[in-house]
């Protein structure tokens, strides 16, 4: 069974298979992480990008990693541009992107917090569906190695870590129980 894993740093900087980016459904690489992203990886990910064109919001979509040290980006569309996420839409784009994800062999990924900062959703509740969605992803199919959400500041990661923490308390607890 693969393993989820938290690292504080810049996800351009991934060796991974592929980096999942907090895409908008225009696939517009803007601000944030798909700015980091595009000034990275160099113009021919947005060139990609354009050539596939929009995507539902919920979707994913996969191009090349450009200058970057992954094969692949994977865009999942969180929101709509100027607009925000939803719990809904992250969950919804992040289980697309895992499935793209296995679709084309890969085994590592890197993670951002989809939907957090610009997206509008709280970090907190950003952490639970992510980690919700890499868990059924991790349980349901054996060829993903590694879920590794990097978190971009102390503040991030901290919430992410807490999170996780919790919900592997939880799972121990439960475990217990059936004893």
């Not at 060796?15 to 908008?24: F, G, Q, R």
Request: glycine share 12%; hydrophobic share 45%.
């Amino acid at each position: 069974m693969g393993r989820i894993t938290l690292v504080e740093g810049d996800i351009t900087e991934q060796e991974v298979d592929a980096i999942v980016n907090a895409a908008n459904s225009a696939l517009v690489l803007g601000a944030g992480v798909a700015g980091a992203i595009r000034a990275r990886g160099g113009p021919s990910i947005q060139a990609e990008c354009d050539a596939h064109g929009p995507i539902a919001v919920g979707e994913a979509a996969i191009t090349g990693a450009g200058d970057l040290p992954a094969r692949h980006v994977i865009h999942a569309a969180g929101m709509a541009p100027g607009g925000e996420a939803s719990e809904e839409s992250v969950r919804a784009c992040l289980r697309h992107s895992l499935v793209l994800a296995r679709e084309h062999g890969c085994r590592t990924l890197a993670v951002p917090a989809i939907g957090a900062g610009i997206g509008g959703l709280s970090l907190q509740r950003c952490a639970e569906v992510s980690f919700e969605e890499a868990r059924a992803a991790l349980d349901a199919d054996d060829s993903l190695e590694e879920i590794r959400f990097v978190l971009f500041g102390e503040p991030a990661y901290r919430v992410f870590e807490m999170t996780h923490d919790a919900a592997r308390v939880q799972a121990q607890m439960e475990r217990m129980k059936r004893r």
